[in-house]
């Protein structure tokens, strides 16, 4: 079983950056596409970005692309979300998520963090 951690989140002004780690205990996540989703307050949950397990492969919402990277680092058992030029509609709790196939379908993935709160203000 593997248990995500997520930390970074933090109140920031427009423009500002943040990076949030995800970090996983109890398993390794060498063998799991790592995937990052955020839900704001009254909206449903929605994908940010994934990356595939040797981090080959990529993936970003239109929404974050050319502003959010993804990373992992199998050895020390974290992904990482490096957000930059963050905007007001960016506020939201962020969850970290492992798979064992690399896709956006939040409902595929089988372990989640108890997420981070990221608020952007104007």
């Known amino acids: 079983q593997v248990q995500l951690v997520e930390s970074g989140g933090g109140l920031v002004q427009t423009v500002a950056s943040l990076r949030l780690s995800c970090a996983a205990s109890?398993?390794?996540?060498?063998?799991?596409?790592m995937g990052w989703f955020r839900q704001a307050p009254g909206k449903e949950r929605e994908f940010v970005a994934a990356i595939s397990w040797s981090a080959s492969s990529v993936y970003y919402a239109d929404s974050v692309r050319g502003r959010f990277t993804i990373s992992r680092d199998n050895a020390k058992n974290t992904a990482y979300l490096q957000m930059n030029n963050l905007k007001p509609e960016d506020t939201a709790v962020y969850y970290c998520?492992?798979?064992?196939?690399?896709?956006?379908?939040?409902?595929?993935?089988?372990?989640w963090g108890q997420g981070t709160q990221v608020t952007v203000s104007s």
């Open positions: 109890g398993g390794t996540i060498s063998s799991y596409a």
């Open positions: 998520a492992a798979s064992r196939v690399y896709h956006s379908d939040h409902g595929l993935y089988d372990y």
